[in-house]
């Protein structure tokens, strides 16, 4: 398909446990962002790719998160002893350069994350 | 006080309706505003860019007052299709990342 791809799409896991979400971008964009969305929150931005610059982590909300995009395209979330309020919809999105000022963000479906 | 404030509703309408939604934000250097659209337990879509003179799409009008820090979406003759959750999107400053509302909900019946 050509749009975002998330995987995957459900992840159920117990407290304390590591989670991996990937995110396959749309080919050609430079950027990509990972937002998450808790039940009845609006969506909280996390990290930022931009080709090869440093990513703009400033939203990440501890240490025990990071992300990796590698070779420019596919990107990585991953959680570290997952607590239950990380249980959310992670969604990641995919503009070209410049996506945030046209406003023209392509989001995939997300993985909903239930931590127990 | 949040960076962009929406009422959640929800919104009931009756078909062919008109309503309307409001979003305040609170950052006076933000510079690019947008809705968004998020059917239930869908992703996110650009319904539309929001410009300081006012812009019209079919039976959509979005507008921008920029002294009262407030954008707004005016949907006219509302289609059962409409239901879904309104987000206003606000970029503060050219950065690189929109700060999303928590959205408003649209429930249009017969």
């Known amino acids: 398909g050509a749009g975002v791809s998330q995987s995957p799409s459900n992840k159920v896991t117990e407290k304390g446990k590591d989670v991996e979400l990937r995110c396959d971008p749309i080919?050609?964009?430079?950027?990509l962002y990972w937002y998450r969305q808790s039940l009845g929150q609006g969506l909280e931005f996390l990290i930022y790719?931009?080709?090869?610059?440093?990513?703009?982590k400033s939203g990440l909300p501890s240490d025990r998160f990071s992300a990796e995009r590698t070779g420019g395209s596919v990107s990585t979330l991953t959680i570290q002893r997952t607590q239950q309020e990380d249980s959310a919809v992670y969604l990641c999105a995919s503009s070209e350069q410049g996506g945030a000022n046209t406003g023209e963000l392509f989001f995939g479906e997300g993985s909903r994350l239930t931590v127990l | 006080r949040k960076e962009v404030e929406q009422d959640p509703g929800p919104f009931n309408v009756p078909e062919g309706a008109t309503v309307a939604f409001n979003c305040t934000y609170s950052n006076s250097a933000s510079q690019s505003f947008f809705w968004y659209r998020q059917d239930c337990r869908k992703e996110p879509k650009l319904l539309m860019s929001v410009y300081s003179s006012g812009n019209e799409d079919g039976r959509f009008t979005a507008q921008l007052n920029r002294a009262s820090q407030y954008i707004s979406l005016l949907i006219r003759d509302s289609k059962l299709s409409d239901s879904a959750t309104y987000l206003c999107v606000v970029n503060r400053g050219g950065g690189n990342k929109l700060t999303f509302g928590t959205g408003t909900q649209l429930k249009v019946e017969l």
């Open positions: 790719f931009q080709g090869n610059s440093a990513p703009d």
């Open positions: 080919s050609g964009h430079t950027a």
